[in-house]
């Protein structure tokens, strides 16, 4: 830690002899002196009790600026110099000015150095400097630096060859010089006091890696304080979406100006103790971590996603940030707290609002008023993949009753893991999927690693199915699913294969030239109550969204006799075509033995249109029945016209799919 009370009292002229956790004296021990007045003693008495109270010299997150915000309640904010954004010229006129009028501190940080550019230039590597005197001079832009260790050695002026440098014949380009005969002699003062240098602004820029301003809140006329706590002890992974961070409403009847500070509570004592011991008990070594605010205009609720921010501050690993926003006469705000690598525990804030007009801060409403949340996990079994994989239908799936019609929003996310995921809303027949193009009521988009938003609006009342996918098939991973409505709604999770149940794969049908539609004879010997799903295999990648570059409409439907005397039992969706990539499902039909053996019974099974070259590589058939013993479940198949024998090829049977097989 460096505390500069030099910043602010020139004639006291403050020396503390200590850098970022490290001491300076022949003792061992920290000494603070006033070099003009020896006698004034509460600077240093003020800083003692802060640096006791942090517990020693040696603590995360401490740089001037955030010290003296504690210390004197000065507006922090910190210039990374950088940045490519910043504009040079603007910056000094800024400072300069409020410098003159007593408005703000400046101070500045090195990064970390090697030894060899630390001996070289004369600055010390991770280390903060008090700038206390600003000066134009020849067209030179010039900063009076002071190093609070008082040392001697002060900076060293670099010589280049450029045109008009200041190298001389037995001077090496590129080496090193004293500044004193040089700088100072272009601004006509001399820095008598140890550790004091003058410095250009472009060498400011290119040896150090931070500017600290303080500025003085009596700037502005209104200020509020927001406190609040923020547990991370359940908190998602790196990739959780905004939905659980802290956010605020922010709003000017007049509009104007508005600076936001966070800044995040340190703990000592019991405190301290007891927070390191959770950390180290669940594999956290150090108190790390980084902060950021974000700002969205629009109505003032909650934000899911970081999508179009208006602005927002850069994550930094100090306990304070300033946000500079101007606000729009009586327009809302959402302001929302976000963090990277937190220790994961609960932490403490006070969000500060300065304005020179009055302003609001409340907290902000979630314009869902009813949510429900379910934990669920892709396991080897239920990572189906998205929607081009064979097993698109195993993945985990919730049914979604609505009373009356409302807006709804689903988000999903993952709790471990940071693989793409993707959420969808169908329209569903008890608790069947209908899969036809216009039965997807809304999904999320692309798929998006570690989470996925999907809003609609006035969604009818009825049942629904949402369907939780991976990209891939196989990943592996716990999710959270949210699902938030405007009225009461039932959510509650499907079970993929229903208990008691068999599952057959009978085969994968393949459709020819000309061929346009397959079926398959049923045969059982009792009472069954049978569901049957068809789905696309893809032999090609995917397209856009990750959906397959082409499709092919399905039909499936369970029929009783052929011909004249043909009685359809039941068809997928309401007898429309369903898209291949989702499937299509006949849902839970009784069969009856006479049935079968008088008639006969079909799986039948209709395209409706021609593939091509990257359409589906085949077409999976699963009956599924009851978990009766003595029970048997034969399939043969036919086409019209007929088909040759490698149509369909039973993938569960040693049998060609087109002949009689027992199950």
Not at 23 to 32: C, D, E, F, Y
Not at 61 to 82: K, M, R, Y
Not at 176 to 181: G, K, P
Request: net charge neutral; aromatic share 10%; glycine share 8%.
């Amino acid at each position: 830690m460096t505390t500069l009370f030099s910043c602010f009292q020139k004639s006291s002229n403050f020396s503390l002899k200590v850098g970022r956790g490290q001491t300076k004296s022949s003792l061992g021990l920290a000494s603070v002196s006033s070099i003009n007045n020896p006698g004034l003693l509460w600077p240093a008495l003020v800083e003692k009790a802060y640096l006791k109270v942090r517990g020693g010299y040696d603590f995360p997150g401490s740089n001037s600026g955030s010290d003296l915000w504690v210390l004197t309640g000065w507006i922090p904010e910190q210039v990374f110099l950088h940045s490519d954004d910043i504009d040079r010229a603007a910056l000094w006129c800024r400072i300069l000015k409020a410098f003159g009028f007593g408005d703000v501190l400046v101070t500045l940080g090195t990064g970390r150095m090697s030894n060899v550019e630390s001996r070289n230039t004369g600055l010390t590597s991770e280390h903060d400097y008090a700038v206390i005197d600003l000066a134009e001079r020849n067209g030179k832009r010039m900063l009076l630096i002071k190093n609070p260790w008082s040392q001697p050695s002060g900076w060293t002026y670099h010589v280049t060859t450029d045109e008009g440098d200041n190298t001389t014949s037995d001077e090496e380009p590129g080496s090193f010089r004293r500044i004193e005969t040089q700088r100072d002699a272009e601004v006509g003062e001399k820095c008598a006091e140890p550790g004091n240098f003058w410095m250009d602004i472009n060498d400011v820029f290119q040896y150090f890696e931070s500017l600290y301003l303080n500025w003085n809140p009596g700037l502005f006329s209104h200020r509020e304080d927001l406190h609040f706590s923020w547990d991370l002890s359940n908190a998602n992974g790196p990739w959780a979406s905004f939905w659980s961070k802290p956010q605020y409403k922010v709003q000017s009847r007049a509009g104007g100006v508005a600076w936001l500070v966070l800044s995040r509570h340190f703990q000592s004592g019991a405190h301290a103790a007891k927070s390191v011991a959770k950390r180290l008990s669940v594999g956290h070594t150090d108190d790390t971590g980084f902060i950021s605010l974000y700002l969205f205009d629009g109505r003032g609720d909650r934000v899911y996603l970081a999508d179009e921010c208006a602005i927002r501050a850069p994550y930094v690993d100090s306990p304070n940030l300033l946000l500079k926003v101007d606000l729009l006469k009586d327009i809302p705000y959402t302001l929302v707290v976000s963090e990277q690598d937190l220790p994961r525990t609960s932490h403490s804030f006070t969000l500060c609002a300065f304005s020179v007009q009055p302003m609001n801060l409340s907290r902000a409403q979630d314009r869902y008023r009813s949510h429900v949340i379910h934990n669920g996990a892709w396991t080897p079994a239920s990572a189906g993949g998205n929607a081009s994989s064979h097993a698109y239908s195993k993945n985990p799936r919730f049914s979604l009753t609505l009373s009356q019609s409302s807006d709804v929003s689903l988000l999903l996310e993952l709790r471990s893991g940071d693989f793409p995921v993707h959420v969808k809303l169908l329209r569903a027949d008890g608790r069947s999927v209908r899969v036809t193009s216009r039965d997807v009521v809304g999904d999320s988009g692309e798929y998006r690693k570690g989470h996925a938003l999907a809003e609609m609006s006035e969604v009818p009342n009825g049942q629904y199915i949402i369907v939780c996918s991976t990209f891939e098939q196989g990943q592996v991973g716990e999710f959270t699913l949210c699902v938030g409505t405007m009225a009461h709604c039932v959510v509650e999770c499907i079970s993929i294969t229903p208990a008691g149940q068999f599952v057959h794969r009978l085969g994968s049908a393949f459709f020819e030239p000309g061929i346009d539609r397959l079926r398959a004879s049923l045969r059982c010997s009792r009472l069954t109550r049978l569901s049957v799903t068809a789905q696309a295999q893809w032999a090609e990648g995917l397209g856009e969204n990750g959906q397959p570059s082409s499709d092919v409409p399905l039909r499936l439907s369970l029929e009783h006799g052929q011909g004249s005397m043909c009685q359809i039992l039941a068809s997928s969706g309401t007898d429309d075509f369903s898209n291949a990539h989702y499937g299509t499902h006949v849902n839970d039909v009784d069969i009856q033995p006479l049935m079968c053996s008088q008639r006969g019974v079909w799986i039948v099974l209709e395209r409706g249109g021609p593939l091509d070259t990257h359409g589906p590589k085949g077409i999976n058939v699963e009956p599924r029945r009851p978990r009766f013993s003595n029970d048997a479940l034969c399939g043969s198949s036919s086409s019209i016209p007929s088909p040759s024998p490698n149509l369909l090829h039973s993938l569960s049977s040693r049998t060609l799919f087109g002949q009689v097989c027992r199950i």
